[in-house]
């Protein structure tokens, strides 16, 4: 009998975003022990944000995630997307974990990590990949309306934004909200559950 093909799961991300971080490490935790595989997506907290009124804080934010996003981009288009989940990994690794700034060192550190040509880091500067971010964050995006942020899933047709949660799940506890989350998604007119956080990101 052959092997059930394991279900796609698309993740929109943006390496700017913690939160989202740990959400992907959650997932990723999910794909060892469900039959899913996990398909990488550039979204842009700086595309969502650059029409709205945002604190002063945030706007140098906004202005610093176009460049990793623009470096996913060029691998993605050299490449494949296959490489986008591996890159994210080390711009992650070292934003989160590592407190490292985005800059040349930054990128061209995480694309040799992960096995890529580290003149790539050329992108982070060039508006060149622009149409592209827009374009992969418009069909995150469009997926479930303007109202949320990163990271999206979809699974067998069911999208939605999150879950939100700190520290990433591991082992049963992770395939658990798993199911949960994936069963609520798939619920006709079902549009939101939240309440408010009372944690930072924990990073382990």
């Keep these: 009998m052959a092997e059930e093909a394991p279900t796609p799961v698309d993740f929109w991300f943006d390496t700017l975003c913690p939160w989202a971080w740990m959400t992907s490490r ?82 061209e ?14 992108a982070a500067e060039s508006t060149d990949y622009d149409d592209a971010v827009r374009a992969s964050h418009k069909d995150g995006i469009d997926r479930v309306g303007q109202e949320v942020g990163t990271p ?22 992770a395939v658990k909200l798993w199911d949960g989350v994936v069963a609520v998604a798939a619920t006709d007119g079902f549009f939101e559950l939240k309440r408010s956080r009372t944690r930072d990101p924990i990073f382990d």
């Design 152 to 173: 999206v899933i979809e699974v067998e047709g069911s999208a939605f934004f999150g879950p939100v949660v700190s520290p990433a799940p591991r082992g049963e506890a």
């Design 26 to 107: 959650w997932i990723l935790e999910v794909e060892k022990q469900r039959p899913i595989e996990v398909r990488w997506h550039v979204m842009s907290l700086s595309v969502l944000n650059e029409d709205k009124e945002v604190p002063e804080e945030y706007r140098q934010g906004i202005k610093d995630g176009w460049g990793p996003a623009r470096v996913c981009i060029a691998a993605e288009q050299r490449y494949s997307s296959e490489v986008l989940g591996r890159l994210y990994t080390e711009m992650g690794t070292r934003r989160h974990h590592e407190k490292q700034s985005f800059g040349r060192p930054f990128y």
């Design 109 to 122: 550190e995480s694309l040799t990590a992960a096995g890529l040509d580290p003149a790539l880091a050329d």
